[in-house]
């Protein structure tokens, strides 16, 4: 089992930045999957990026591809993500989440494939 614990989160103006941190609990972290999914009021919980055990790939929503930036440190079981020039519509709870066995590309998307999820980090974005 892992356990997650996220953070960084806060209260940030259009255009700037912020970086999210998840850190694992367990000897294990190097053999997880990572993902960063978010949920904004009255929506579903919704893909934001991914990235593989090793961090040779990674995956991201066309939504926040060329502003985020998925990154890990296996020796700190830490995942991070790095979001710059922030919009409004960023505004959610941002959760990461692991899993050991996903495969295919597309299965990095899916929420429903991970196992372990942190409480998540609120994000606010003023216009």
């Known amino acids: 089992q892992v356990q997650l614990v996220e953070s960084g989160g806060g209260l940030v103006q259009a255009g700037g930045s912020l970086r999210l941190s998840c850190a694992a609990s367990?000897?294990?972290?190097?053999?997880?999957?990572m993902g960063w999914f978010r949920q904004a009021p009255g929506k579903e919980r919704e893909f934001v990026a991914a990235?593989?055990?090793?961090?040779?790939?990674?995956y991201y929503a066309d939504s926040v591809k060329g502003r985020f930036t998925i990154s890990r440190n296996n020796a700190k079981n830490t995942v991070y993500l790095q979001m710059n020039s922030l919009k409004p519509e960023d505004t959610a709870v941002y959760y990461c989440?692991?899993?050991?066995?996903?495969?295919?590309?597309?299965?990095?998307?899916?929420?429903?494939?991970?196992?372990?999820w942190g409480q998540g980090t609120q994000v606010t974005v003023s216009s």
């Open positions: 989440a692991a899993d050991r066995f996903l495969s295919s590309g597309s299965d990095y998307g899916i929420a429903e494939l991970y196992d372990y």
């Open positions: 367990g000897r294990t972290f190097s053999s997880y999957h």
């Open positions: 990235i593989t055990r090793s961090g040779g790939n990674t």
